[in-house]
C-alpha cells in the first residue's frame, strides 16, 4: 500500500496550519522532508494532491478528498492503538450486561455516562429478558453480567452473584376491571376465573418459568412490562407487577392495588456475573452497581 500514515499526517497538519514550515514545526520535521513525501505520493499515484502556483500550496480537489478520508484512518488508527493498549491493561473490548424485564434502564444511565467519561474503548451491550432467560445469558456465556434476575441463581462454580434485595410485586387491575369492585382480600380460586397478564420467558434452552398465575387460569402473554402495564390499564385481565413500576399509576388512580391470600409477592432479585469477566470494565461495573443508592432503594421496599 503507498498511502502511509506519515502522510495522512503531514496533510492533515499542512491543512491545519497553513504552510509547510508551520506544519513540519509541528511535527518535529524539517519543511523539505515534509515536502518530499508529500511529493512522492503524488507521484507513486499518478496524482496532484496540492496546487503550488500560488504563494502557498492549496490542496486540489483530489487533495480534499484524500485529507478527508485520511482523517477518518488517522482517526481509526489512534483508536486502535488506544484500545491495543486498554486491552492489553485489562479492559474488555465488549461488555454484555443483560437486564431482567423487571429492571428499571434508566438507573443506569448516570453510570453510563460516567463510564463513557473514563475515555476507556470498552464497547457496551445492553440486552433485555425475562424470568429464566436472564439466569439463560450466563450460563450460556451471552453476558458477562446480568442485573435483576429473579429466582433461584445457578450453583456453578462459574458463576457469582450477589443478592441485590427484594422487589416487591403487586397484583393491580384497572378500576374498571370486575376484581376493582370487591372489598376483601382475592382468593386464588376467584382470581382464577379471570384473565391473567402474564411475561412470556425468553429462555431457549431451559424449563421456563411460569409464576403468580394459575395453570387453569386464561392468560394472555406479553414479552415485557410495558405492554404488560398497558394490557392491565386498559382492563384487559389482573396481575402482578413490580412496584416500582405501577407505583405512579396506583397515586394517579390509573390503576388499584388489591390484596390477595395467595401467590408469590416478593421476589429475591441478583447480581450475576461470569468468573471468567474480570476485565477492569466488568468490575468496575458491578462495583457501581452494588454500590448505588438509587437501586438499593429500588429494593428496599418494607
Known sequence: MRVNLDVLLILDAL????????????????????????????SDLSIKLLDRSGHRAKFTDTGKVVLEKGRVLLSAARDLEKQAIQIESGWEKELTIAIDGSFPFHLLLPMIEEFYQLGCLTQLRFTHHTLSGSWEQL??????????????????????????????????????HPLAKIDESLDPT??????AIVIGDTAKFSTGQTTNYLQEQERMVVYDFNHKLLALI???????????IVEPYLKSGVLIAKQTTSSRQKDLAYLGWCNT??????RWWREKILNSELIQHMYSYD
Do not use: W
Not at 469477566?277 to 466488568?282: L, T, Y
Open 190 to 195: 376467584l382470581i382464577g376465573t379471570h384473565r
Open 277 to 282: 469477566s474480570e476485565g477492569i470494565a466488568s
Open 139 to 176: 450460563t450460556q456465556n451471552d453476558a458477562d453480567i446480568i442485573l435483576g434476575a429473579i429466582n433461584e441463581p445457578p450453583t456453578s462454580t462459574e458463576f457469582s452473584y450477589r443478592m441485590l434485595g427484594m422487589l416487591e410485586n403487586v397484583f393491580v387491575v384497572s378500576p374498571a
Open 15 to 42: 491543512e491545519k496550519h497553513g504552510s509547510f514550515a508551520a506544519a513540519a514545526e509541528s511535527l518535529f520535521k524539517t519543511p523539505a522532508a515534509l515536502s518530499y513525501m508529500v511529493q512522492k505520493l503524488e
Open 234 to 244: 386498559s382492563g384487559l385481565g389482573c396481575g402482578f407487577m413490580p412496584r416500582h
